[in-house]
């Protein structure tokens, strides 16, 4: 047991290779918050994954950043001696905000496993030391740029291509990649674009054999997911829609989905994101480790939560050049091979390089234990 000392909040910004669409316009920078916690025995770190807006969760840097400042972080103060398997309890006061409350937990679980010289990957029972990657292809500006594109990530050797779609812009670009590679793992990503009235595009979609069709209806909708799954042969991949194991459970037993997307910062967690692990892998549905655009703090996280033994495809922790010129850690390196090694160090194995924190620095705010 032990006691959290201080929390301090990096705001961080990254420039990006290339800009990234979000529903408010278009990122040229990755800004986001890292933790730095400190015990009596150790100092862990963690990344929040919320944006800058609040598009793909209702949660934002700024919302993050407030309550951790105002309630989760004096909670984690006042609890005194506690362990990681506590923090849920210590937090369950305030309702929602998982990615908040997700820093917090990861940075100090991270200390712990290092005050106790553990990797991050041992204590989520991994059984793999390197792990398969895919890639997420945008929206494109064109059909022949998209095929562009996702010849150049074959080349590097990414074992699944992701393709973002809307309407409008869906069976025609599927149909040319699959044209152009007949052979890959493919598969679309809807973000929640469509509605139950287009179920033919999902099954003209049917003939371009993909391996999923990942959140193709609102997140919210769990019985409409059930019905489309029932229409189309394509495998269903929820992601928006899981939040929780339970949800994960419910999602399975309603016929919503045969595949899920883990992401931790969006249900909570690693402790939360274990038990999803768990509770797919005991309904005999895999699982694969989606990413929310991390800096190599959140990708090392992202990495050993992939080595698990339930996570049977290619995820999309995809390498740290494929983002960054320069990223905050050591980078992580795609193999050619299509794999990527899971840190071996003590916690998540990896910390923001000083020279970098110092030059991504856009404001940094402690808080400390009174």
């Keep these: ?46 990344e929040c994954v919320t944006g800058t807006e609040p598009d793909f969760s209702e949660e934002w840097n700024e919302s993050a950043r407030l309550v951790i400042r105002d ?24 309702r929602g905000h998982p990615m908040a409350k997700a820093a917090l ?44 594109q996702v010849a150049g990530h074959l080349a590097e050797g ?18 040319a ?17 469509y509605g139950p009235d287009d179920v033919e595009t999902f099954r003209s979609l049917d003939d371009y054999r993909l391996l999923m069709v990942e959140q193709p209806l609102h997140h919210d909708d769990l019985l409409e997911h059930a019905k489309l799954q029932r229409q189309i042969r394509s ?13 994960a459970g419910a999602a399975i037993e309603l ?32 699982v694969w480790c989606g990413g929310m655009l991390e800096t190599g703090i959140g990708r090392a996280a992202n990495l050993a939560l992939a080595a698990m033994p339930g996570f049977t495809l290619p995820g999309d922790t995809s390498a740290s050049s494929r983002y960054f010129a320069e990223d905050l850690t050591e980078p992580h390196v795609l193999a050619p091979d299509g794999t990527m090694a899971v840190p071996a160090g003590i916690g998540i194995g990896v910390e923001p390089r000083p020279d970098r924190l110092a030059a991504c620095a856009l404001g940094v705010e402690r808080l400390e234990k009174e």
């Design 105 to 148: 937990i990861n940075a100090f679980l991270d200390a712990e496993l290092r005050a106790r010289g553990d990797s991050l990957a041992a204590y989520l029972g991994a059984d793999k030391d390197r792990v398969a990657c895919g890639v997420s292809v945008g929206i494109a500006a064109s059909t022949g740029n998209l095929l562009e």
């Design 158 to 175: 990414y074992q699944r291509i992701k393709l973002k779609i809307e309407p409008g812009t869906d069976v025609e670009r599927v149909r």
């Design 1 to 46: 047991m032990t006691e959290v000392r201080a929390i301090e909040l990096h705001l961080v910004g990254l420039p990006l290779l290339r800009p990234f669409r979000t529903s408010f316009g278009v990122d040229t920078e990755k800004v986001c918050f890292l933790i730095r916690l400190e015990t009596r025995e150790a100092v862990g770190w963690s």
């Design 71 to 94: 309630f989760l972080a004096p909670a984690l103060f006042r609890a005194g001696d506690i362990v990681v398997d506590d923090l849920e309890r210590v937090f369950s006061f305030v």
């Design 177 to 193: 990649v699959r044209e152009a590679h007949p052979d890959i793992l493919l598969s679309v990503d809807a973000n929640a674009a």
């Design 235 to 247: 495998d269903i991949c929820l992601d928006e829609s899981i939040r929780s194991a339970a949800d």
């Design 255 to 286: 016929g919503a989905c045969r595949i899920v997307n883990i992401k931790q910062g969006r249900v909570g967690g690693m402790l939360e994101a274990k038990r999803v692990h768990d509770v797919c892998r005991g309904l005999g549905v895999p």
